[in-house]
């Protein structure tokens, strides 16, 4: 079963070279020395453990975890081939084999007793019936369940043999402790073959060892109870031994390849270290089946190394460093892609690619006519060798690819929008669905369904992605290619209507809020997936998503909390992601803080209190240089206070009251319009970003703000390693999480883990498979239940949360309803959608040389209504965003003065259709002419 099952159905899908069907994930292979005590006691001094004797050897280490998943929560195994063994072998009495190897685990205990336990686990795994026998047997489950550990370094971590062996007469179990581990900078943990990175980087910088200890058997110790560890208190492990790994380089050409060639079994040794127990005689047919089925496949030669590879070449020069260019999988990049629409008839730009991207030109967001253009989400593919390493990108110069997407609106199929329905004020909600009127038989026919389209090829327009709302055309996007074959997906063009004329929202219903019934919007989300052929193999391709989302009015600001911030913060608390190791003030407090001063050009509010000239202009270098000075080591720290007044000013990411002075000055998932005291009344920081500011606060941090950081203005300029995460974290530091109310892009069921397969990866729903059915009504109870709608995705899934039509949320997302608190703060969006403005009337005056300087410094210090050009009642000013999107104001990046005091050399304009200054009111609404509330929280 071990070989003919795990083995060769991988082998079977075209997996080359051929693998080891366990721990096959291969950290490094280095090459070492094994040095026995000098002193070692007379009763130890058995078989290859003689006094004093040193032995040429090579080591592997590796993790049991197959392709595809991450380093973290793998079990970390090492096994290491002796040389120079002389004397017959257990495994090769009548070869000339001079090799002994030892195996080892960082977990103490195996998950079962013996090997009959082995067969009905493994026979229940390929059986499907493994949940059940787990549940069955509850301490293999645990036992599993304590393998799955994250460490540091796989040479910062102790092994054990875990199963006994003789030592002449004796039993004993082997234990490795690490000593030295070498030096170098820290791994990249967001990397997810860190262990790898690690162990190449260290034993560059230096030497590691490891202590080699047995421990004998005291007692009753079982000797075939595997789950059982033998007592380190009653039976302490005796050094025998150092295993000692010269630094080196694990990169050299033909080195890791090696490693991978050589079989290690516990059954190559002397005599007086035969295995002991049914899992040891299992071992010792398994492995040596699996081994040879493996070097057969790979072309290699069978049987043990009568000597070492060498270390060097003959002349003494280190081997060339080499890369494996062999690829075995690939992924879709960005894993979430974000689209948007706009009206151009045929232009567009691609969205985010680098992180701090240098602006684009003015004029580059409208074509000719004015007209918004498209934001392109495009896709790349990257190409990973067995060692979860980049390769490089796929295109279609080196691969055949078949881009495939298929991507829906189910809005109004869906159930309304009233609250997040994960947060204790929406208990007691019971969510109606839209068009409710709509008979279930007919309710197919409100999902616009653009159905599964591919495209592939070099510069390619591909088809019109379509669908119906109840027998109305709809248009979704459409798909190309660039000139590379990268994808390109375009979405809808900003069009939303009510093909029966229906009013978009009831001042008298609270419920239409959102919710109107009746309508369409041309947003849309679905998977992205490739087929991917490299010299007529099919490789596995990790799939993405597409999101369209409404325009982006504010590009190039960010919010306090991103999306990307929200995701990293679930996956840092899940396991799934590492934290980070140390802080740096101006690679991770700065850029938070500078976020609120970024603000500036969407919010009055932000603006006074953050803004150029303010006392906490954060993009002041004076500023910048207080908060980032530490005093050397024992020295007085006179800016430990202004620090903890700053991270005291931010709201913790677990509030416990609406206390609305605390940064950030956002509303929170349970706003009301007139606050609340209640704890998700405003946004709050997470949690990770918690951690940065106590630990600055601490004076646990790195003073970097000498240190020149890379920029990027074009991905390719990005180191190709870091290309496929900065393409994830670009796209999605682009959208907001704040508020989720229902917010801008997606919405709350994002910060659920059971939404993602891994890191930014979407859980697909298999084509084909139906949305399950959830009734009439939706409450908490079934959203958060194990049936609910939080697992597995389909097209049209993550929008659907939405409000109906986008243009009616996006004219209300403002700032300030409660006036007697602030006119200008709190606010919802004012990253992606302005409340207050520059508008060019305002720079044309603040530039003008010709006028007085005070009259030009009034014109930069005032701001102007981005909503002004919106008239009438909540309705008519729905409608009329509905139909003029477009006009609304889109900052620009524009040149400040240079003779204007206090103003910045850059300035973020608005563009569009924003009418006259500033009168003292966000609205021109009165109070009561607002939505009513559904319920409290809900209020706008």
């Known amino acids: 079963m071990f070989v003919r099952f795990a083995q060769n159905r991988a082998l079977a899908t075209g997996r080359d070279p051929a693998t080891r069907p366990v721990f096959l994930r291969l950290h490094g292979a280095a090459h070492g020395r094994f040095e026995v005590r000098a002193d070692l006691p007379v009763e130890l001094q058995v078989g290859v453990f003689a006094p004093g004797a040193v032995h040429r050897a090579w080591v592997r280490f590796s993790s049991d975890l197959q392709p595809g998943r991450p380093d973290l929560g793998g079990t970390l195994g090492v096994g290491i081939k002796l040389f120079d063994v002389d004397g017959p072998k257990l495994l090769e009495p009548d070869e000339e084999a001079r090799t002994h190897d030892f195996i080892l685990q960082n977990h103490p205990v195996f998950f079962v007793d013996d090997a009959a336990k082995m067969c009905a686990f493994t026979c229940a795994s390929l059986n499907g019936q493994l949940d059940q026998w787990l549940a069955d047997n ?130 190559h040794a002397l005599p007086a270290h035969a295995p002991v127990g049914s899992i040891s005689e299992a071992r010792r047919v398994v492995y040596r089946a699996s081994a040879d089925n493996r070097r057969d496949v790979n072309g290699q030669p069978r049987g043990e190394p009568t000597a070492p590879r060498p270390d060097t070449w003959d002349d003494g020069r280190a081997y060339p460093t080499a890369v494996d260019r062999r690829v075995v999988r690939a992924a879709i990049h960005p894993a979430i892609g974000v689209a948007r629409v706009g009206n151009s008839a045929s232009e567009y730009l691609y969205g985010p690619e680098v992180v701090d991207a240098p602006p684009a030109p003015v004029g580059a967001w409208r074509d000719s006519t004015g007209a918004i253009k498209r934001q392109a989400a495009r896709f790349r593919i990257y190409g990973y060798n067995a060692a979860g390493e980049v390769v490089g990108e796929l295109t279609a110069n080196s691969a055949d690819i078949t881009w495939r997407v298929h991507v829906a609106n189910s809005k109004a199929a869906w159930f309304q929008w009233q609250i997040a329905l994960d947060i204790p004020e929406a208990e007691t909600v019971t969510l109606p669905l839209r068009n409710a009127s709509v008979p279930a038989p007919e309710r197919a026919r409100l999902v616009i369904d653009g159905g599964p389209v591919e495209v592939r090829g070099k510069s390619t327009v591909g088809p019109t992605i379509a669908g119906q709302f109840q027998g109305t055309p709809v248009q979704l996007g459409q798909l190309r290619t660039d000139d590379a074959g990268r994808l390109v997906f375009l979405g809808g063009h900003g069009v939303s209507a009510s093909p029966t004329n229906q009013p978009i929202f009831d001042p008298n219903v609270p419920t239409t809020f959102i919710n109107a019934d009746g309508w369409y919007d041309d947003t849309s989300d679905g998977p992205v997936t490739a087929t991917v052929r490299i010299e007529g193999a099919e490789i596995p391709v990790e799939g993405a998503w597409v999101v369209t989302a409404p325009p982006d009015y504010g590009p190039g600001v960010l919010g306090v909390r991103t999306l990307h911030d929200l995701l990293v913060d679930l996956y840092v608390q899940a396991g799934w992601l590492p934290a980070r190791r140390d802080v740096a003030f101006k690679r991770d407090v700065w850029p938070l803080l500078r976020r609120l001063s970024g603000l500036q050009w969407n ?88 951690q940065v500011l106590a630990r600055w606060v601490a004076g646990d941090f790195i003073d970097d703000l000498a240190v020149e950081l890379p920029t990027y203005a074009a991905l390719e300029e990005v180191p190709l390693a870091e290309q496929p995460g900065m393409l994830d974290r670009a796209a999605l530091d682009h959208a907001l999480a704040d508020a989720f109310h229902p917010g801008c892009e997606v919405t709350w069921p994002m910060r659920h883990l059971t939404m993602f397969d891994r890191p930014f990866r979407i859980r697909h729903r298999p084509a084909g498979t139906p949305a399950p059915s959830y009734g009439s009504t939706l409450t908490q109870s079934v959203v958060l239940g194990p049936n609910g709608p939080l697992h597995d995705q389909g097209p049209g899934d993550l929008t659907r949360w939405m409000g109906l039509p986008w243009q009616a949320d996006t004219a209300f997302c403002r700032a300030g309803y409660d006036k007697t608190y602030d006119p200008f703060i709190p606010s919802f969006w004012p990253a992606r959608v302005p409340n207050q403005v520059l508008t060019l009337e305002q720079y044309r005056v603040l530039m003008d040389t010709s006028r007085p300087l005070e009259a030009r410094r009034d014109a930069f210090a005032a701001r102007a209504d981005w909503n002004a050009r919106l008239q009438g009642k909540a309705p008519e000013q729905m409608v009329q965003m509905v139909h ?30 924003v009418a006259g200054p500033l009168k003292g009111e966000v609205s021109k609404l009165e109070p009561h002419e607002w939505p009513v509330p559904v319920h409290k929280p809900a209020r706008r």
């Open 603 to 690: 919010n009055h509010g932000f603006a006074v209190a953050f803004g150029a000239g303010s006392r906490l202009d954060f993009d002041d270098p004076a500023l910048a240089a207080e908060l980032a000075w530490k005093p050397a080591q024992g020295g007085y720290d006179r800016n430990q206070e202004l620090r903890r007044q700053v991270a005291n000013s931010f709201r913790p990411s677990t509030p416990s009251d609406g206390n609305q002075l605390p940064w950030p000055w956002l509303y929170g998932d349970a706003m009301e319009s007139v606050a609340i005291d209640n704890p998700r009344q405003n946004a709050a920081i997470t949690w990770t970003q918690e």
């Open 884 to 913: 003029e999107f477009h006009e609304m104001g889109l900052l620009e990046v524009q040149p400040g003065p240079s003779d204007v005091p206090g103003v910045p050399s850059q300035l973020r304009v608005a563009s569009g259709g």
């Open 138 to 267: 509850e301490e293999t489950a645990q036992i599993l369940k304590d393998m799955e550990k994250q460490v540091d370094s796989a040479l910062a971590t102790p092994y054990w043999s875990v199963l006994p062996y003789s030592l002449g007469q004796e039993h004993v179990k082997y234990k490795l402790v690490p000593e030295a581990a070498g030096d170098g900078p820290p791994a990249a943990f967001d990397d997810p073959t860190y262990l790898r990175a690690d162990l190449h980087r260290r034993m560059a910088a230096g030497e590691a060892r490891f202590g080699f200890y047995v421990q004998l058997r005291k007692g009753e110790m079982p000797l075939d109870r595997a789950t059982v560890e033998w007592s380190e208190r009653e039976s302490p492990p005796v050094r025998v031994g150092t295993l000692v790994l010269p630094q080196q380089d694990l990169d050299a050409r033909g080195q890791s390849a090696y490693g991978e060639s050589l079989a290690f079994n516990p059954w």
